[in-house]
């Protein structure tokens, strides 16, 4: 697939804009907790990452890979988006930190998630068109 | 008069449903993902009130107030613990042998799979109502204010989403299995 340079830098700038919006909402007001945000979504496609390589070589013919160490990474992704945004409003609600705050970091960490996610469906259909 | 013949064994006290849905070929993947994001809302939902509670110290509402009448105490803590028991007992039985009907050789074995798939269900219907008897006991028979009766519903909603992410994944497991092996034969 001829997802050329042009993706590359949009995705790129679009990543920056998330930091940016994260980075902003922490130095506003002077609480570096939204960090946090950055840090967790970062992480979150790493249990997919691990986990798909785990059990899924028996046969090759399942084509839905149903091992329950994959089911597993996809349910620790799940959660780690979901407490990526759940972060943010659980510390806004008890004052920790500005509600503007949290909806910047909400933004700038789905942001961040989006271009993760859009750059492993433009670039991983080189090696195999599974999933 | 004779009663009509059941399909399954009648001794079995408790029957499991199977559902089988065939609705598409990411249903599963869509269920894992769907189990993972309730099962991660109950324990914010909770994890927020105890937040709260944590910081709604001395100038809560009016200045030279006391401290707030109530905090999350362990024992809120633990309904959330009993159902987060009972989801790892129920997700960690192989399902294959629950159902039983795959000759396995050892009827004892799926005897001891739901007996213990029973102690699962068990533990989250115990959680769900002890967080019901703590909303009930420790926040609304003492006529808090709704700022701290929010502590229990949120001790409720965490059991209750704790449940519907275990049916999901329940359902969710097993449909994938079914549209294979219908697509297989």
Not at chain 1, 87 to 106: E, Q, R, Y
Not at chain 2, 138 to 157: D, H, I, M, R
Request: proline share 5%; aromatic share 12%; net charge negative.
């Amino acid at each position: 697939m001829a997802a050329g340079l042009r993706t590359v830098i949009l995705l790129s700038f679009v990543l920056a804009v998330g930091f940016l919006l994260i980075i902003l909402s922490c130095a506003l007001w002077q609480n570096w907790l939204p960090l946090l945000v950055a840090l967790t979504f970062v992480l979150a496609p790493l249990p997919n990452a691990v986990f798909a390589h785990c059990g899924s070589d028996e046969f090759g013919s399942s084509y839905d890979s149903s091992s329950p160490a994959v089911d597993f990474g996809r349910f620790l992704t799940a959660i780690i988006v979901v407490t990526g945004f759940a972060l943010p409003i659980i510390l806004a609600h008890s004052d920790v930190i500005n509600s503007k705050a949290a909806i910047m970091s909400i933004a700038g960490g789905g942001l961040v998630y989006g271009t993760i996610l859009a750059y492993s469906a433009a670039f991983s259909q080189e090696e195999s068109d599974y999933d | 008069m004779s009663l009509p013949r059941a399909n399954y064994d009648p001794r079995r006290v408790c029957l499991n449903p199977f559902p089988e849905f065939t609705l598409g070929k990411h249903k599963r993947t869509i269920g894992v993902y769907l189990a993972g994001a309730l099962f991660a809302i109950a324990n914010w939902a909770f994890l927020d009130a105890a937040i709260l509670s944590a910081h709604s110290k001395n100038p809560w509402g009016q200045p030279g107030n006391e401290d707030p009448p109530v905090h999350v105490t362990f024992v809120d803590w633990i309904p959330g613990i009993c159902s987060l028991l009972g989801y790892l007992v129920i997700n960690l039985i192989d399902k294959d042998r629950i159902r039983g009907d795959e000759g396995f050789g050892d009827s004892r074995a799926v005897w001891r799979a739901r007996l213990f798939l029973f102690i699962g269900f068990a533990l989250m219907a115990g959680g769900l109502a002890g967080s019901v008897t703590v909303l009930i006991l420790k926040y609304v028979l003492n006529n808090y204010p709704e700022q701290f009766t929010y502590y229990g519903y949120a001790n409720v909603s965490q059991s209750v989403l704790m449940m519907l992410s275990a049916i999901v994944l329940w359902i969710g497991q097993n449909t994938s299995s079914e549209y294979e092996y219908n697509l297989t034969l």
